[in-house]
């Protein structure tokens, strides 16, 4: 069966620190995978996806960057974190024959 | 563009009454609308989804969502309610992307309370 891992589940980090959260799928290949911002435990925005590796596509300008290093594994990054960047961080991914996404446990981000 | 709208902010239901969370659709050509459920602090749990058939969908944990192309609906519903079901319930939309694949659009999310 599929599964999805993302780590850590929360982090407290200082205004311009770097940031690194990771995401990896198992029990599927070629996924469509996904970094969604949940703001005020509310709207879900979209943040990056990538269709395979290698290829990421941003949905918003901002101050964070995401890889795809390998088939199934997705990372979000920033080099210096601003305050704004406080939220919940989610990873999914979707597939051919699951047409819809699954998420991870999410990330608890607070830029202090 | 294709959205989904969640009109309502919070529904308050008693335990063992029927809850209906609203949600309306606007897209072009055929939906792929889903729903998912999410506890304080968690991810997203996929509850359902309407692709195609059926214009009545069952899902997990007792939920079901009726497909109204007439209406562009699709509102999650529940025969009796527990409060176990209290969580935030979200609508959402496929979305085909310019760069190939696709993406889901949400709604802002419905807050459902169940009291004893």
């Known amino acids: 069966s599929q599964t999805i891992h993302q780590w850590p589940a929360t982090l407290v980090q200082p205004v311009g620190s770097p940031l690194s959260l990771e995401c990896t799928v198992e029990?599927?290949?070629?996924?469509?995978l996904y970094w969604y911002r949940q703001a005020a435990g509310r709207g879900l925005q979209l943040l990056f996806y990538s269709v395979g590796i290698g290829q990421i596509s941003s949905e918003v300008p901002q101050n964070l960057s995401a890889s795809r290093p390998q088939d199934r594994q997705f990372i979000l990054s920033s080099k210096k974190l601003l305050l704004s960047d406080s939220g919940f961080y989610l990873c999914?991914?979707?597939?051919?024959?699951?047409?819809?996404?699954?998420f991870g446990q999410g990330t608890r981000l607070t830029v202090v | 563009a294709q959205s989904v709208a969640q009109p309502e902010d919070q529904v308050n239901v008693a335990e063992g009454n029927p809850l209906t969370v609203k949600c309306t659709y606007s897209v072009s050509g055929n939906p792929y609308l889903f729903w998912y459920v999410q506890y304080p602090n968690r991810g997203l749990q996929f509850l359902l989804k309407y692709i195609t058939g059926d214009n009545l969908v069952k899902g997990s944990y007792g939920f079901e969502a009726e497909f109204n192309k007439s209406q562009t609906s699709f509102h999650l519903k529940k025969p009796s309610a527990l409060v176990s079901d209290s969580a935030l319930y979200f609508c959402a939309v496929r979305v085909q992307l310019t760069g190939g694949g696709n993406k889901l659009t949400f709604g802002t999310g419905t807050q459902l309370k169940v009291e004893l």
């Open positions: 999914a991914w979707s597939g051919r024959i699951y047409p819809g996404g699954f």
């Open positions: 029990g599927t290949s070629n996924p469509n």
